[in-house]
Protein backbone atom coordinates (compact mmCIF):
# COMPACT_ATOMS: atom_id res chain seq x y z
CA UNK A 1 0.00 0.00 0.00
CA UNK A 2 2.63 1.94 0.83
CA UNK A 3 4.40 1.65 -2.58
CA UNK A 4 0.64 3.17 -4.22
CA UNK A 5 0.68 6.50 -2.09
CA UNK A 6 4.61 7.30 -3.50
CA UNK A 7 4.81 10.38 -5.87
CA UNK A 8 7.12 10.44 -8.60
CA UNK A 9 10.21 13.17 -8.70
CA UNK A 10 8.12 15.62 -11.28
CA UNK A 11 4.89 15.21 -9.57
CA UNK A 12 6.64 17.33 -6.32
CA UNK A 13 7.37 20.25 -8.79
CA UNK A 14 5.31 22.98 -9.58
CA UNK A 15 4.29 24.29 -13.16
CA UNK A 16 2.31 27.02 -14.18
CA UNK A 17 1.55 28.17 -18.02
CA UNK A 18 1.90 32.22 -18.01
CA UNK A 19 1.37 32.47 -21.64
CA UNK A 20 -1.82 33.25 -21.07
CA UNK A 21 -0.83 36.29 -18.88
CA UNK A 22 -0.21 39.85 -19.93
CA UNK A 23 2.53 40.90 -17.75
CA UNK A 24 5.29 43.81 -17.73
CA UNK A 25 8.30 43.40 -18.06
CA UNK A 26 10.32 43.56 -14.82
CA UNK A 27 12.82 46.52 -15.08
CA UNK A 28 16.50 45.82 -15.73
CA UNK A 29 18.83 46.81 -12.75
CA UNK A 30 21.58 48.62 -13.89
CA UNK A 31 25.05 47.60 -13.66
CA UNK A 32 26.81 48.47 -11.26
CA UNK A 33 30.21 49.38 -11.32
CA UNK A 34 32.06 47.12 -9.03
CA UNK A 35 33.37 49.07 -5.91
CA UNK A 36 32.08 52.76 -7.26
CA UNK A 37 29.00 52.93 -5.64
CA UNK A 38 29.36 56.98 -5.19
CA UNK A 39 30.05 56.70 -8.95
CA UNK A 40 26.78 55.15 -9.90
CA UNK A 41 25.25 57.58 -7.12
CA UNK A 42 26.53 60.49 -9.42
CA UNK A 43 25.64 59.70 -12.36
CA UNK A 44 21.97 58.78 -11.46
CA UNK A 45 21.51 62.07 -9.90
CA UNK A 46 23.26 64.00 -12.77
CA UNK A 47 20.92 61.65 -15.17
CA UNK A 48 17.77 62.88 -13.21
CA UNK A 49 18.36 66.23 -13.44
CA UNK A 50 15.54 68.00 -15.49
CA UNK A 51 17.31 71.50 -15.62
CA UNK A 52 19.15 73.00 -18.24
CA UNK A 53 23.17 73.79 -18.15
CA UNK A 54 24.22 70.64 -16.22
CA UNK A 55 26.63 67.98 -17.49
CA UNK A 56 28.28 65.08 -16.55
CA UNK A 57 32.05 64.34 -16.82
CA UNK A 58 33.35 60.62 -16.78
CA UNK A 59 36.47 59.26 -16.04
CA UNK A 60 38.16 56.40 -15.01
CA UNK A 61 40.65 53.34 -15.88
CA UNK A 62 40.08 51.36 -19.05
CA UNK A 63 37.67 48.43 -18.10
CA UNK A 64 36.07 49.87 -15.48
CA UNK A 65 32.70 49.34 -17.29
CA UNK A 66 31.90 53.43 -17.56
CA UNK A 67 30.27 52.97 -21.10
CA UNK A 68 28.29 49.86 -19.99
CA UNK A 69 26.69 51.83 -16.76
CA UNK A 70 26.25 55.45 -18.82
CA UNK A 71 24.73 53.76 -21.67
CA UNK A 72 22.53 51.70 -19.25
CA UNK A 73 21.42 54.31 -17.54
CA UNK A 74 20.44 57.14 -20.26
CA UNK A 75 18.77 53.88 -22.16
CA UNK A 76 16.80 53.53 -18.75
CA UNK A 77 16.04 57.10 -18.32
CA UNK A 78 15.14 57.55 -21.59
CA UNK A 79 12.39 54.94 -21.82
CA UNK A 80 10.92 56.59 -18.50
CA UNK A 81 10.99 60.35 -19.80
CA UNK A 82 8.70 60.98 -22.59
CA UNK A 83 10.10 61.56 -26.06
CA UNK A 84 11.76 64.77 -26.79
CA UNK A 85 10.64 67.12 -29.46
CA UNK A 86 11.41 67.50 -32.53
CA UNK A 87 13.07 70.31 -34.41
CA UNK A 88 13.13 71.67 -38.15
CA UNK A 89 15.19 74.55 -38.95
CA UNK A 90 14.70 77.18 -41.38
CA UNK A 91 15.96 80.16 -43.57
CA UNK A 92 15.58 83.33 -41.97
CA UNK A 93 15.61 85.89 -44.39
CA UNK A 94 15.78 88.63 -42.42
CA UNK A 95 19.49 87.07 -40.60
CA UNK A 96 20.50 84.14 -42.83
CA UNK A 97 22.99 83.60 -39.50
CA UNK A 98 20.61 82.68 -37.46
CA UNK A 99 17.75 79.70 -38.78
CA UNK A 100 14.50 79.48 -37.32
CA UNK A 101 13.60 76.25 -35.19
CA UNK A 102 10.21 75.18 -35.68
CA UNK A 103 9.77 73.02 -32.40
CA UNK A 104 7.34 70.06 -33.56
CA UNK A 105 5.74 67.47 -31.66
CA UNK A 106 7.38 63.91 -31.41
CA UNK A 107 7.41 62.36 -35.09
CA UNK A 108 5.99 65.02 -36.78
CA UNK A 109 9.57 66.54 -38.01
CA UNK A 110 9.69 63.57 -41.31
CA UNK A 111 6.35 64.54 -42.27
CA UNK A 112 6.47 68.48 -41.77
CA UNK A 113 9.73 68.82 -43.80
CA UNK A 114 8.08 66.47 -46.50
CA UNK A 115 5.14 68.77 -46.51
CA UNK A 116 7.43 71.87 -46.71
CA UNK A 117 8.92 69.95 -49.55
CA UNK A 118 5.87 70.06 -51.93
CA UNK A 119 4.52 73.25 -50.36
CA UNK A 120 7.89 74.42 -52.06
CA UNK A 121 6.91 72.20 -55.09
CA UNK A 122 3.29 73.68 -55.79
CA UNK A 123 4.96 77.52 -55.24
CA UNK A 124 7.49 76.88 -58.00
CA UNK A 125 4.61 75.69 -60.07
CA UNK A 126 2.20 78.15 -59.37
CA UNK A 127 4.08 81.61 -59.67
CA UNK A 128 4.67 81.31 -63.44
CA UNK A 129 1.12 80.03 -64.60
CA UNK A 130 -0.93 82.66 -62.42
CA UNK A 131 1.01 85.78 -63.87
CA UNK A 132 0.01 84.44 -67.65
CA UNK A 133 -3.48 83.37 -66.59
CA UNK A 134 -5.87 85.71 -69.02
CA UNK A 135 -7.36 87.16 -65.89
CA UNK A 136 -3.93 88.61 -64.55
CA UNK A 137 -3.42 90.00 -67.85
CA UNK A 138 -6.68 91.73 -68.35
CA UNK A 139 -6.25 93.26 -65.21
CA UNK A 140 -3.02 94.44 -66.28
CA UNK A 141 -3.56 95.80 -69.50
CA UNK A 142 -6.93 97.45 -67.56
CA UNK A 143 -4.53 99.56 -65.55
CA UNK A 144 -1.87 100.11 -68.48
CA UNK A 145 -4.64 101.49 -70.04
CA UNK A 146 -5.54 103.97 -67.78
CA UNK A 147 -2.29 105.74 -67.82
CA UNK A 148 -2.25 105.62 -71.46
CA UNK A 149 -5.90 107.34 -71.39
CA UNK A 150 -3.82 110.14 -68.79
CA UNK A 151 -1.18 110.29 -71.26
CA UNK A 152 -2.93 110.80 -74.69
CA UNK A 153 -5.52 113.53 -73.69
CA UNK A 154 -2.63 115.23 -72.61
CA UNK A 155 -0.63 114.93 -75.74
CA UNK A 156 -3.91 115.46 -77.54
CA UNK A 157 -4.36 118.62 -75.79
CA UNK A 158 -1.00 120.15 -77.23
CA UNK A 159 -1.41 117.95 -80.45
CA UNK A 160 -4.60 120.36 -80.76
CA UNK A 161 -2.49 123.87 -80.23
CA UNK A 162 -0.08 122.72 -82.57
CA UNK A 163 -2.50 122.22 -85.45
CA UNK A 164 -3.67 125.54 -84.85
CA UNK A 165 -0.25 126.63 -85.53
CA UNK A 166 -0.29 125.08 -88.55
CA UNK A 167 2.91 122.41 -87.05
CA UNK A 168 2.30 118.91 -86.59
CA UNK A 169 3.09 116.67 -83.69
CA UNK A 170 5.10 113.17 -84.18
CA UNK A 171 4.62 110.88 -80.98
CA UNK A 172 7.67 108.15 -80.92
CA UNK A 173 7.49 105.84 -78.01
CA UNK A 174 7.42 108.17 -74.85
CA UNK A 175 9.39 111.29 -76.61
CA UNK A 176 6.97 113.94 -78.93
CA UNK A 177 8.75 115.99 -81.82
CA UNK A 178 6.96 118.74 -83.56
CA UNK A 179 7.31 119.34 -88.00
CA UNK A 180 5.86 122.66 -90.05
CA UNK A 181 3.04 121.80 -92.24
CA UNK A 182 2.57 123.39 -95.20
CA UNK A 183 -1.00 122.70 -97.17
CA UNK A 184 -1.86 119.90 -94.36
CA UNK A 185 1.38 118.41 -95.52
CA UNK A 186 4.30 117.76 -92.98
CA UNK A 187 7.68 119.53 -94.57
CA UNK A 188 11.04 117.56 -94.33
CA UNK A 189 14.37 119.51 -93.75
CA UNK A 190 14.71 120.31 -97.80
CA UNK A 191 11.59 122.07 -97.82
CA UNK A 192 11.89 123.85 -93.96
CA UNK A 193 15.42 125.10 -95.41
CA UNK A 194 13.46 126.62 -98.12
CA UNK A 195 11.55 128.80 -96.17
CA UNK A 196 12.33 132.39 -94.92
CA UNK A 197 14.47 133.49 -92.17
CA UNK A 198 11.29 134.97 -90.65
CA UNK A 199 9.50 131.64 -90.95
CA UNK A 200 12.07 129.40 -89.64
CA UNK A 201 12.95 131.57 -86.73
CA UNK A 202 8.71 132.18 -85.91
CA UNK A 203 8.61 128.23 -86.44
CA UNK A 204 11.42 128.07 -83.43
CA UNK A 205 9.78 130.31 -80.82
CA UNK A 206 6.29 128.20 -81.65
CA UNK A 207 8.01 125.05 -81.00
CA UNK A 208 9.52 126.59 -77.62
CA UNK A 209 5.89 127.87 -76.79
CA UNK A 210 4.55 124.55 -77.39
CA UNK A 211 7.38 122.38 -75.44
CA UNK A 212 6.55 124.40 -72.69
CA UNK A 213 2.89 123.77 -72.51
CA UNK A 214 3.51 119.82 -72.98
CA UNK A 215 5.55 120.37 -69.99
CA UNK A 216 2.39 121.84 -68.15
CA UNK A 217 0.25 119.36 -69.67
CA UNK A 218 2.67 116.67 -68.68
CA UNK A 219 3.59 117.95 -64.83
CA UNK A 220 1.52 115.28 -63.43
CA UNK A 221 3.30 112.23 -65.48
CA UNK A 222 6.10 111.18 -62.59
CA UNK A 223 2.40 110.92 -60.40
CA UNK A 224 1.06 108.53 -62.76
CA UNK A 225 3.52 106.42 -63.45
CA UNK A 226 4.29 106.54 -59.67
CA UNK A 227 0.52 105.49 -59.72
CA UNK A 228 0.23 102.57 -62.10
CA UNK A 229 3.71 100.90 -60.74
CA UNK A 230 1.65 100.80 -57.48
CA UNK A 231 -1.47 99.34 -58.69
CA UNK A 232 0.23 97.18 -60.43
CA UNK A 233 2.52 95.81 -57.50
CA UNK A 234 -0.63 95.52 -55.51
CA UNK A 235 -2.10 93.46 -58.39
CA UNK A 236 0.72 91.39 -58.22
CA UNK A 237 0.21 90.88 -54.52
CA UNK A 238 -3.39 90.49 -54.79
CA UNK A 239 -3.00 87.63 -57.51
CA UNK A 240 -0.24 85.95 -55.70
CA UNK A 241 -2.16 85.91 -52.18
CA UNK A 242 -5.47 84.65 -53.85
CA UNK A 243 -3.27 81.70 -55.60
CA UNK A 244 -1.09 80.31 -52.53
CA UNK A 245 -3.89 81.33 -49.99
CA UNK A 246 -4.99 77.66 -50.73
CA UNK A 247 -1.69 75.99 -50.58
CA UNK A 248 -0.87 77.52 -46.99
CA UNK A 249 -4.59 77.00 -46.11
CA UNK A 250 -4.31 73.14 -46.02
CA UNK A 251 -1.00 72.94 -43.67
CA UNK A 252 -2.72 75.58 -41.71
CA UNK A 253 -5.47 73.26 -40.77
CA UNK A 254 -3.27 70.29 -40.63
CA UNK A 255 -0.59 71.85 -37.74
CA UNK A 256 -3.13 73.58 -36.39
CA UNK A 257 -2.28 72.33 -33.31
CA UNK A 258 1.57 73.37 -33.29
CA UNK A 259 1.95 76.70 -32.71
CA UNK A 260 5.30 76.69 -34.51
CA UNK A 261 3.94 75.14 -37.24
CA UNK A 262 1.91 78.02 -38.06
CA UNK A 263 3.56 80.70 -37.12
CA UNK A 264 6.33 79.79 -39.19
Known sequence: MHKDLKLPPEALRLSV??????LPEAPKAPTPILGQPRAQAALEFGVAMPNPGYNIFVMGEPGTGRLSLITSQLSEAAQKSPAPPAFAYADNFSNPREPVAVCLPAGYGHEFGKDIDKLIDDLLATFPAVFESPAYQQKKSALERQFSQHYNAAIDLVDERARAMNIALFRESESVTFAP????KTLDEDQFALLSQAE???????VEALEEYLGD???????????LVEKLRQLDCDTIKQA???LFAALQEKYQHIEDAVSF
Open 181 to 184: LRDG
Open 244 to 246: IDP
Open 217 to 227: VLIELPQWRRE
Open 200 to 206: REQFHKQ
Open 17 to 22: DLSGFD
